[in-house]
């Protein structure tokens, strides 16, 4: 038997015992519920209580990264934005109102821009392939590949090239919130607002913090720190 062929039969054995049925998840809930009750019986009344969140955390919508699994935290504990390959678009009405109500309205002080290796999305935009309505999504992903094309077109291994695009991805998705007026008004109002960036590694489920963090717009380049609004309104003056 070829490894390849080896890669697929374990891939067909995760589809047979993966797949959870309506009903299991039906159950699943009512175990999740009874446990937690087991544990602290008022569990339920204190998350409805409400929430107060440090963390933001923008993630790939990818089954295996789920923030708080990952974190070993617990409902309550961080607010969460999930889409394909974890792509920060300036037009994308979605992230920026999760990211405007966390950074204020929950006064969340750490935002993590979280991707993975082995990502299919990253993997998808390497390729000429075409995939559908997602190819407009993985065209972000593109542009990032185009940015970086001089280091990752001398990555022979299309392993190691697909890794590399994950953890330069996770840095310009980083670098594209500090561009985002939500982002550079907080800073102005408060110094404790962090952007990070990590990258999953899924075969051992370690983090690797890309130390890309930024607290302040100091790196941002001239042409993307914005001035205050009244300044702008007295230029016009
Ligand atoms: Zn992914």
Redesign the pocket.
């Known amino acids: 038997m070829t490894k390849e062929n080896m890669n697929a039969v374990s891939v067909k054995e995760l589809q047979d015992t993966q797949k959870y049925t309506y009903q299991q998840l039906l159950e699943g809930n009512r175990i999740f519920v009874e446990n937690e009750l087991k544990q602290d019986p008022d569990y339920f009344k204190k998350l409805a209580a409400g929430q107060n969140p440090n963390v933001l955390w923008i993630g790939?919508?990818?089954s295996r990264?789920p923030a708080n699994q990952v974190t070993n935290t617990k409902p309550g504990d961080i607010f969460v934005h999930r889409n394909?390959?974890?792509v920060c678009v300036h037009s994308d009405m979605n992230m920026l109102s999760v990211l405007d109500y966390a950074v204020n309205v929950l006064k969340i002080k750490h935002v993590i821009v979280a991707?993975?290796y082995?990502?299919?999305?990253?993997a998808a935009a390497m390729t000429n392939q075409q995939f559908g309505l997602i190819d407009n999504w993985l065209r972000h992903i593109k542009d990032v590949y185009r940015l970086h094309s001089h280091e990752l077109d001398l990555i022979t291994d299309d392993k190691r090239r697909s890794n590399r695009l994950v953890e330069l991805n996770v840095i310009e998705q980083v670098f594209n919130l500090c561009k985002t007026t939500i982002v550079q008004n907080a800073w102005r109002e408060r110094d404790d607002l962090e952007v990070h960036g990590w990258v999953i590694d899924i075969s051992t489920g370690k983090v690797k913090d890309m130390h890309v963090s930024c607290s302040n717009a100091d790196n941002l380049g001239k042409v993307f720190a914005l001035n205050k609004v009244d300044k702008v309104k007295e230029t016009q003056e």
């Open positions: 790939c919508s990818d990264v394909i390959a974890n991707g993975h082995g990502c299919g999305g990253v």
